[in-house]
DNA sequence: CTGTTAGCGCCTTCAC
DNA sequence: GTGAAGGCGCTAACAG
C-alpha cells in the first residue's frame, strides 16, 4: 500500500543560508552565480548544501528570473519515429545547457495544436520547438505575442512564427519525381500517408511527373508495416502492372518490400519502392531501401542552438534555415546500387 | 533576422480582474474552481479574458499551491521504440487531467540517471515514471525523501522506490526457454542488448535450459536492424549448425532475420527466432516473429492513473502491479503458426 | 458568493 | 564581497 507520503518539510535555500552562517541572498549567488562571491563562502554554502540535502526549486526561480529552462517540444505523437532522432538530439543538446524538453502531442490535429501550444505557454517555456508549420492562425499570433523564441521544423516557410529550419517538402516529391522519370517508370504509384507534409511531397512528385492520375493509396497517419502491406494491396488494385511506388516514409516503404515479397513479386525486377527518411532499418535491409535523407538529429541539434541563443538575448540571424535532403539510391531501386 | 522581442507587458489575473471589474481572487476562481462562483461572474471572467488574451502563468499557480502539474518521464532514451508506447499513453492520459510531462535521459548510465533525477526533482514534478528501476542508491533516497509519488515501470521488485507497474524479465527468459526445450532446439543461440533487463532476460533463458554455455552475442543498447544482423553473424561463427535464437528485442530479431535470409538460411525450417517487445511491424512481416507481448501502453495509462490518484491525495493499495506477458507463436519458430 | 491578507521560494535592485 | 528589501503571479486560508 503506498499513501501520500508525510510532508518531511522541504528544504529551502533559507534553511541552507542558516546552516551555513550566511544570508540567504549569498546563499543563492554561491549557488547560482559564483563568480562574484569569495571561495570561502561558496564552500561554506556547498557544505550546507550536503548537509541538508537541499534541491534548488525552479518553479520558484523560474517564477521571479523569468526563465523557466524548459522548453516545449510539440509532434504529431511520439511514436512517430520520423521525429524522434530530432526530439532526442533536441531533448539532449538541451539538457547539456541545463534545460528540460516538455513534449506535447497534436495527433495531427489543428484543434488540439492550438489546445497544446496554450498549455504549453502556460509553463512559460524558454523556446518552443514544433514538428511542422503551426497550423493555426489564433495560436500564430499568440505564439507572437508571447515573445516565446518558436522554431518551426521539418518544413520551410517564408513567413515563419519566428524560426524555421528543415526542407521544402514540394523539392523532395519533385526530386523524387525526377528519378522516377530519370527511371523510365511508367506504372507508377503512390503510397502516402494522409498528413500534411506527405500530401505536399506528393504533389511534388506529381508535379515533376507532370500528372494527376497517377494512382494512390493513402493510409491514416502515422504509418505503420501494415498500412504499408494495405497500400501496395490497394495499388495493385487499381494498377496491375505497376513498376514503381513512391512511399511517403520507409515504414510505409518496408511494408510494400513485405507484400511484395507475400505475393512473389522481386524488388526491385518487378517492383521499385522508394521510401522517405532514411530510417535505420532501410540501409540494412535485403534488399536495402531507397529513400531521401533529412538529417533529423541536426534538426534538432540546431533547434536547440538557436533557442538557446535566443534565451541569451542574441540575435539569430538566419531564421530560415534549408537544411535540404539527398536522395540515397539504394536495392530496392536498382540491383546495381552499392 | 530574428531578435529577442519587445516585451508586451504579459497580461495577468490581475488585468483580468480589472476589467472583469471583480477581484484578483474571484478571477482566479472562476478559471480554477467555477463550481464557487456565480455564473454571472463566471461569464464576466471569461470575457476579460477574452479580451485580454489572458494566458495563466503555471509556475506562479504552481509555486503557490504545490502542484506543478508536471510529471517527469524517464527513458534510457526517447528512441528505444520499445518504450515509446508507454511514454505515448502517459503523455496523452495525463494531458487529458491538464498533467504534462518533461522527459529525461538516462542513456542507460547510473550516474545520469542520478543527475537526471535530480534535475527532475528540482522542477517539483508531481509523480515520476521511470522505465526501469531506479539504478542509484543515492538516487533512491533522494526521491524517498521528496516525498514525490514514483512509478518504476517495466520491472518488478519487492521493495520499489514507491509503486512499480511491470513483469518479470527472469521470467520472460523462462518462458522463452521453456518454449526452446518444448521444441527440443539443442543448437540455439543468445542475441542480445547490453542492458541490465535484456541480461535478466538471458539469465532466466539459461536456467531454465539449464546450460550455462549457450553461445550469445551481445550487442550496445539500443539495438538496431543492423546490430542484429551483426549478431547472429557472430552466433553463426560459434556455432554453424545453429538452429534458433533467442533476442532481447524485436528490432534484433528482424537483423536476424535478414541477415539470416542474406545468408540463404530459410526461417523457421533451418533457424528459427524469437523476438521480445511484439513491435507493430513483428506481426506484419513474412514471417511473421514469434514473440513476448507486453503491455506497453497498459503500463503507460496505469502509471498515469496511480500518478494522478496519488495526487489527489488517494491510497494506492496496489503499488506493485504484476502486468504479466504472452509468448506469441507466429512464423518466425513455427510453419503452422496463424 | 466574494474579498482581504499573506505568503509560496527565489532572484533582481539597490545599498553598504 | 555581502546584505536588506521588495516582488514575480498566483492561490490557500480565513473573513464578510
Known amino acids: 500500500m503506498s499513501t501520500p507520503s508525510p510532508h518531511h518539510k522541504p528544504v529551502t535555500l533559507h534553511d541552507v543560508a542558516k546552516v551555513a552562517g550566511v544570508s540567504l541572498i549569498t546563499a543563492s549567488r554561491a549557488l547560482s552565480n559564483p563568480g562574484v562571491v569569495s571561495d570561502k563562502t561558496i564552500a561554506k554554502v556547498r557544505e550546507a548544501v ?3 540535502g537541499y534541491i ?33 538530439t533536441l531533448t539532449s543538446a538541451l539538457a547539456a545547457g541545463g534545460y528540460q524538453v516538455i513534449v506535447g ?3 495531427y490535429d489543428a484543434e488540439r495544436e492550438e489546445a497544446v501550444l496554450n498549455t504549453m505557454i502556460s509553463r512559460q517555456p524558454d523556446g518552443i520547438v514544433m514538428t511542422g508549420l503551426v497550423q493555426s492562425q489564433k495560436a ?4 507572437v505575442r508571447s515573445g516565446i523564441p518558436v522554431v518551426e521544423t521539418w518544413d520551410l516557410s517564408d513567413r515563419p512564427v519566428d524560426m524555421v529550419i528543415g526542407f521544402s517538402h514540394l523539392k523532395v516529391g519533385g526530386a523524387v519525381g525526377g528519378y522516377f522519370l530519370s527511371r523510365g517508370w511508367k506504372k507508377v504509384g503512390v503510397a502516402t500517408g494522409s498528413d500534411h507534409r506527405a500530401m505536399l511531397r506528393r504533389e511534388g512528385f506529381l508535379a515533376t511527373l507532370g500528372r494527376s492520375d497517377v494512382p494512390t493509396a493513402v493510409v491514416p497517419a502515422p ?19 505497376l513498376e514503381a511506388v513512391c ?9 510494400v518490400l513485405v507484400e511484395a515479397q507475400a505475393r512473389g513479386l522481386r524488388v526491385p525486377e518487378d517492383l521499385a519502392v522508394v521510401g522517405f527518411g532514411n530510417a535505420e532499418f532501410g540501409a540494412h535491409m535485403v534488399p536495402s531501401i531507397t529513400t531521401v535523407h533529412v538529417d533529423g538529429p541536426g534538426i534538432g541539434s540546431l533547434a536547440a542552438q538557436l533557442i538557446l541563443a535566443r534565451c541569451n538575448g542574441e540575435t539569430v540571424e538566419q531564421p530560415i534555415v534549408d537544411l535540404g535532403f539527398r536522395l540515397i539510391e539504394r536495392r530496392s531501386t536498382s540491383v546495381d546500387a552499392a
Open 140 to 143: 500564430r499570433e499568440r505564439l
Open 50 to 52: 550536503e548537509a541538508t
Open 247 to 255: 512511399c511517403s516514409s520507409d515504414t510505409l516503404a518496408h511494408g
Open 56 to 88: 534548488p526549486n525552479l518553479l520558484a526561480g523560474g517564477l521571479k528570473s523569468k526563465r523557466s529552462r524548459m522548453v516545449a517540444a510539440i509532434v504529431p505523437a511520439l511514436s512517430v519515429s520520423q521525429f524522434l532522432p530530432t526530439v532526442q
Open 223 to 241: 504509418s505503420s508495416l501494415a498500412l504499408g502491406r494495405r497500400a501496395l494491396a490497394e495499388l495493385l488494385d487499381q494498377e496491375p502492372g
Open 105 to 107: 502531442q497534436t495527433n
